[in-house]
């Protein structure tokens, strides 16, 4: 497989060439979903710079506070196997707006970026509708504490 962090792109950039794929394993990845509360299915791709693509739903839970999203449960599935080279995150959902990562899974995506490379940030609406950014787009300012 093609080692892509020997190359030039940006995230953004391999994101756009891994569009498809992302999409595709988000929403295989929603079909998990957890969410007999709010019947608000979330599925999530994180894309490694090796190509390698791990999937997330969103998991709900009886005490409400208790519920994870998916983008935290795919990137936690990619950080516990050892890969901390995160590329992009992708998240769909089937609300016909788009729907972008929360607040909290903002800040969980900027601790894994890299100052030069901030990670890509693709989300898609049932509708088809798509955006592309970086999770400096989404979180400017991110708290750090090193
Ligand atoms: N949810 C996600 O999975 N990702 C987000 O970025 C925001 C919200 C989930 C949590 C809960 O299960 C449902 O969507 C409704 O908030």
């Given at each position: 497989m093609t080692?892509?962090?020997q190359q030039e792109a940006s995230y953004r950039e391999l994101a756009n060439?891994?569009?498809?794929?992302?999409?595709?394993?988000?929403r295989e990845a929603q079909i998990s979903a957890y969410?007999?509360?709010?019947?608000?299915?979330?599925g999530a791709a994180?894309?490694?710079?090796?190509?390698?693509?791990?999937?997330?739903?969103?998991?709900e839970n009886a005490s409400f506070g208790l519920t994870i999203?998916?983008?935290?449960?795919?990137?936690f599935h990619a950080i516990s196997d050892?890969?901390?080279?995160?590329?992009?995150?992708?998240?769909?959902?089937?609300?016909?707006k788009l729907c972008?990562?929360?607040g909290a899974c903002r800040q969980v995506i900027a601790e894994f970026s890299q100052a030069g490379n901030p990670i890509a940030v693709l989300s898609a609406s049932l509708s088809g509708e798509t955006s592309l950014?970086?999770?400096l787009d989404l979180l400017p300012d991110t708290f750090t504490l090193l």
């Open positions: 080692d892509f962090t060439s891994f569009r498809e794929e992302l999409l595709t394993a988000a969410a007999p509360y709010s019947n608000f299915s979330v994180v894309l490694l710079s090796d190509g390698t693509i791990y999937r997330g739903c969103n998991i999203c998916a983008e935290r449960v795919a990137l050892g890969r901390i080279d995160i590329a992009a995150v992708a998240v769909v959902t089937s609300a016909p972008k990562p929360c950014e970086t999770i």
